[in-house]
T-cell receptor, first 112, second 115 residues
Framework: SQKIEQNSEALNIQEGKTATLTCNYT??????LQWYRQDPGRGPVFLLL?????KEKRKERLKVTFDTTLKQSLFHITASQPADSATYLC???????????FGQGTTLQVKP | DTGVSQNPRHKITKRGQNVTFRCDPI?????LYWYRQTLGQGPEFLTY????????KSRLLSDRFSAERPKGSFSTLEIQRTEQGDSAMYLC?????????????FGEGSRLTVL
């Protein structure tokens, strides 16, 4: 069956360090993968998209990699700040239906 | 504000009652999605529309759930004979079919508590 797995344990890091979050998937061949941020009690907010033919994508302090051989995406936040504390979700399109499937999310806590 | 709007934001109901949530998507978006999210989990797909057509419905959705988008604009999600297991955040999102990225714009959600 199709699965998207993110680290369920919260990630705690010190301000200024780089946070790295992992998204692994099985039984998918996604054309692209998306990352969202979700704050408590709010809806998810789109951050970045990376296509299958792109190895890496950057946006300000964010960097996403996509390895279709390993079936894995890594999401990096450099020079992390307490304001980066949130839950981060990865998402894939399921087939050609336009249905976006989400992982369970990883909660990041950046301590000052 | 021209984002996705959901109402009500919070709903407390007794088991067995019917509830209805409304979603107003971004005006030029023709795709509309409903997701359910429980604590510590990611959004779980329920159904989605392209214009007024309901293109897919999750097998997880029982017959007590129904969604409509009668004129291809706003959508309603109705839950009949609510159960305590229906307690969750119900998220609506919209996107434009012609935008290759397919990124979803979410509303703030409607939180349902079934007593």
């Amino acid at each position: 069956s199709q699965k998207i797995e993110q680290n369920s344990e919260a990630l705690n890091i010190q301000e200024g360090k780089t946070a790295t979050l992992t998204c692994n998937y099985t039984n998918y061949s996604p054309a692209y993968l998306q990352w969202y941020r979700q704050d408590p009690g709010r809806g998810p907010v789109f951050l970045l998209l990376i296509r299958e033919n792109e190895k890496e994508k950057r946006k300000e302090r964010l960097k996403v990699t996509f390895d279709t051989t390993l079936k894995q995406s890594l999401f990096h936040i450099t020079a992390s700040q307490p304001a980066d504390s949130a839950t981060y979700l990865c998402a894939l399109l399921s087939g050609n239906t336009g249905k976006l499937i989400f992982g369970q999310g990883t909660t990041l806590q950046v301590k000052p | 504000d021209t984002g996705v709007s959901q109402n009500p934001r919070h709903k407390i109901t007794k088991r067995g009652q019917n509830v209805t949530f409304r979603c107003d998507p971004i005006s030029e978006h023709n795709r509309l999605y409903w997701y359910r999210q429980t604590l510590g989990q990611g959004p779980e797909f329920l159904t989605y529309f392209q214009n007024e057509a309901q293109l897919e419905k999750s097998r997880l959705l029982s017959d007590r759930f129904s969604a409509e988008r009668p004129k291809g604009s706003f959508s309603t999600l109705e839950i009949q004979r609510t159960e305590q297991g229906d307690s969750a955040m119900y998220l609506c999102a919209s996107s434009h079919r012609l935008v290759y990225t397919g990124e979803l714009f979410f509303g703030e959600g409607s939180r349902l508590t079934v007593l």
